[in-house]
């Protein structure tokens, strides 16, 4: 009988290395680099005063930046493919229909609509973006509420039913965790995806969500870690950086921000230390490039400190806010990616 079972523990330990090698990729070298410098054409707004830190939204034909320092419009509205600007949205105040803490924007294409987080009301506003650049007088209703211990941070919309991102999940002592979720806005139901790395603790993190290719990504802040799961939660992939090890530490920034670029995923990597004292010194200049699979393809250096990046894909270019000596530029992706 202990024969038995030590040949079955054997043959369980053994299954679940060949597994284990089978979703498990190691990336230590990452060393195909490419300098664009260059190539980054700057983006000139001349029209409205954006502050710091802002975060870049496409949908449809436009590009939204908004701006939550704002004592204004805290969204921009400007044509993608010439960067006029359009109107702005989203007044900032405590008044019916304005905004007092903004959070994420999520963008419903088809039924041109949009809707941004207040985390300060702890309601999603839905915005009808026809009317919104039909005039200023155009005020949102209520799509959805954010209380209780668990609520989407940010997400990307699919239907009323099924949205897919990073849900906040209270822990108790002014601790939380970050978690990948699916979220029905119509009920307010929140199903947390079956996969978490078991030896992270600590989650921070950001992802892309594919409907296209039916899987998310999922990149981890403070871990030299990115995922690739199906749409319900099945692991596919782990991809391990060179850094993995120092997995307990918050002391180094990873993933910031991915995002699907046709056939490629791109992700915007730092790899710098967070404690320094210069914020701009933290920011990533960089970005890893990937195919489905999370095989590694190469890095592109923009020698730029970026804040965010979205990918234009009728343009096929990556367009970015930048904390550097030009606010906002573009990145032509021909004959790079």
Known sequence: MKRILLYLSLTALCWNCTRDSNIAKYQTGRDHIVHVQEKIREIKIEDVLIGSWPLLYLMNNYLFISDYKSTDCQIHIFEKDTFNYVTGTAEAGRGPGEITRMGHIAIDEEN??????????????????????????????????????????????????????????RLGNSQFNKIMAKWNMKTGTIQPMKYRHPDIERRRITFAVSVEHGIYVEGHSYCDLMSICSLDGELIYNIYGRNWKDR????????????????????LYSGQDTFSENMHE????????????????????????????CHDRENNRLIMSLDDNIQFAYLELDGIV
């Open 248 to 267: 307990m530490s918050n002391r180094t920034s990873y993933y910031e921000k991915i995002v699907f670029c046709n056939d490629k995923i791109i992700a």
């Open 282 to 309: 933290a920011l990533p200049s960089k970005f890893l490039v990937f195919d489905i699979q999370g095989n590694y393809l190469q890095t592109i250096e923009t020698g730029y400190r970026i804040v965010d990046f």
């Open 112 to 169: 041109h609509m949009f809707y941004v987080s207040d985390h300060g009301k702890q309601q999603i506003f839905g915005y009808d973006l026809d009317s919104v650049l039909a005039g200023p007088f155009y005020r949102p209703e209520v799509k959805a509420s954010l209380n209780g211990e668990m609520f989407p941070e940010k997400y990307q919309y699919i239907n009323d039913t099924l949205c897919i991102g990073v849900t906040i999940e």
